[in-house]
């Protein structure tokens, strides 16, 4: 997972973008800025776009008909049934 670098962000423009990350992430707009710092603002972004990429590969996981078969070692599938 990559990470995300804030340091270029203006504050509004951070702001603007932890809005729009809590509401893809949660579906609703954080209302309240003031009482948050810059800095604070920058660690929510990265939480909400790491939390974003982790709910998109399980999205990614969960599509996949074939998923299951990394949580099943090979062994388990062995043929116990003889036919002679």
Do not use: C
């Amino acid at each position: 997972m990559a990470r995300m670098s804030t340091e270029n962000y203006s504050r509004a423009e951070l702001i603007s973008l932890l809005s729009d990350l809590q509401k893809e992430a949660w579906g609703f707009r954080p209302r309240e800025f003031e009482f948050m710092s810059t800095a604070q603002i920058g660690r929510d972004v990265e939480y909400f776009h790491n939390l974003l990429e982790e709910q998109a590969e399980e999205a990614r996981e969960a599509a996949d008909p074939n998923a299951w078969k990394k949580y099943v070692s090979d062994s388990e599938f062995t043929n116990t049934i003889s036919f002679s």
